[in-house]
Nanobody, 125 residues
Framework: QVQLVESGGDLVQPGGSLKLSCAAS????????IGWFRQAPGKARQAVAC????????YYVDSVKGRFTVSRDTATNTVYLQMDSLKPEDTAVYYC??????????????????WGQGTQVTVSS
């Protein structure tokens, strides 16, 4: 049973930076692709960034390209989301999930997949 725990969310000023972490534990065979998703109140869940096990296939939603970077640390089984130049529209609860199907142009979660508890990111003056 895979377990995911997100951390790193905070209140930051516009233009600031945050680094989110998603720590994975348990059995992950054939479930190595992990995605970051976000959801703001009253809005649909949105795929933000996804990465496969070898970090050779990544996806970014257009609105974060050039500002966010997803990476993996195999030694600690942790996926990161570095967020720079944050904007108020980035405000949301951020979740990680596995397995996902990820390509450069899409990232789709598995309906029965595993989700973390989420971490709140608030960008405001």
């Amino acid at each position: 049973q895979v377990q995911l725990v997100e951390s790193g969310g905070d209140l930051v000023q516009p233009g600031g930076s945050l680094k989110l972490s998603c720590a994975a534990s348990g059995f992950t065979k054939d479930s190595d692709a992990i995605g970051w998703f976000r959801q703001a109140p009253g809005k649909a869940r949105q795929a933000v960034a996804c990465v496969n096990s070898n970090e050779n296939d990544t996806y970014y939603v257009d609105s974060v390209k050039g500002r966010f970077t997803v990476s993996r640390d195999t030694a600690t089984n942790t996926v990161y989301l570095q967020m720079d130049s944050l904007k108020p529209e980035d405000t949301a609860v951020y979740y990680c999930s596995t397995p996902v199907t990820t390509l450069r142009v899409m990232c789709v979660p598995t309906p029965s997949g595993t989700w973390g508890q989420g971490t709140q990111v608030t960008v405001s003056s």
